[in-house]
């Protein structure tokens, strides 16, 4: 294990998990990007490349005037100017990547999750695809598991990229969970709204009780389209939250399960209608069915029936603006979360799809 301030960092079995535990949200951020650095994550050298920080630059500076637009409230821009005084890469370059979201509307998570509750247990089973940008994330972005407690905020968790300072996916100390879909051919996306990247971690970090999900969400409609699988395992239910910049829709179930994935459902009044957003829908309600077969009509589950859920690819593993599958050649991260007894079960896959070329680790998390 290393140490830096009031946090940690430690690697089990490829898995890097960091435990934060900082008085602000710039020495959060500055402790983080130092644990990095000590733990020698290969994000730090891939940043640092002369090609990668021209990219960067040139990056800033094309989109700086439609950053400028964007909602990022000062409390999340804190933490990455703790990131660039910790490792020297300005500032500016950390908020492009937490903005690429919005600013590379083309740029997305393509994503299947399956939320299932018993008696006994609560499991929640996602693989998150970044075709196609899989292959270098799985070698030098390799997943992090972070948690991170601020003054006056829940405490999150989160399974994450490196240096993003949102969430696309995780869970608080209040028991409730939020993973996020990206939605692509819509017929406009903003960028005058609240940051996308940023939403989950908000979220998260207010959201108490299942009932609060849409007033709070209300206040943090994103730039871009998404679907929300929000789960309260205190109250043993969950939810399909359809968010657009606009508006968002909630649609509830009385089921025990609950599948989301990238295609729309709730507002489809967004979407265009060309041959690429049909194609998208159709790949997208492959993976949504086989993830269904599963779970419809069991009374009880275990992480051994989900990781095969995680790793069917019956309908093959190629790739086509989205993946067929469930898993697929973009398959980034695959894992299921117990949110009973907060034990995390992830692969450690460093080649694609990870939900098939590693073993699935076992962690117990910070509770």
Known sequence: MIKYSNS??????????????????????????KLLILAQHPIIEFLKKKYVRLLSKLTYIVTKNKQKKIIFPEIYKEELRGYADATGIPVE??????????IVPKFGAHCTTTSFFSNKNYFIARNTDTYP????????AQTIVVSIKLPDKNRITHVSVPFLVGAITGWNDKKIAIYSHQISFVKKTQLDKYSTALLVRTALEEISHISQANNILKK??????????LSDAKTKKHVHIEVHSEELAIAKTNKNYLVVSTFPS???????????????????????????????????????LLITLLKDTR????????????????????FIFDMIKNILYISNGKTSPASLTGKYVKIKLVD
């Open 220 to 229: 943090y409609l994103p730039n871009r389209p998404v679907n929300l699988m």
């Open 266 to 304: 709730l507002l489809t009044k967004y979407m265009k209608t060309n041959n690429g957003a049909e194609e998208f829908v159709k790949r997208s309600k492959m993976r949504y069915s086989s993830a269904i077969t599963y779970v419809k009509d069991k009374k009880t589950i275990d992480v051994e």
């Open 133 to 140: 940008v899989t292959k270098y994330a799985l070698k030098y």
């Open 93 to 102: 370059y950390f908020l492009t990547y937490n903005n690429l979201f919005d």
């Open 315 to 334: 309908n093959g593993t190629s790739v086509k603006i989205t993946g067929n599958s469930i898993s697929n050649k973009g398959t980034y991260q695959s």
């Open 8 to 33: 940690t960092y430690e690697n089990i079995d490829g898995i890097h998990i960091l435990n934060m535990n900082e008085k602000d949200s710039y020495h959060t951020g500055y402790a983080y990007a």
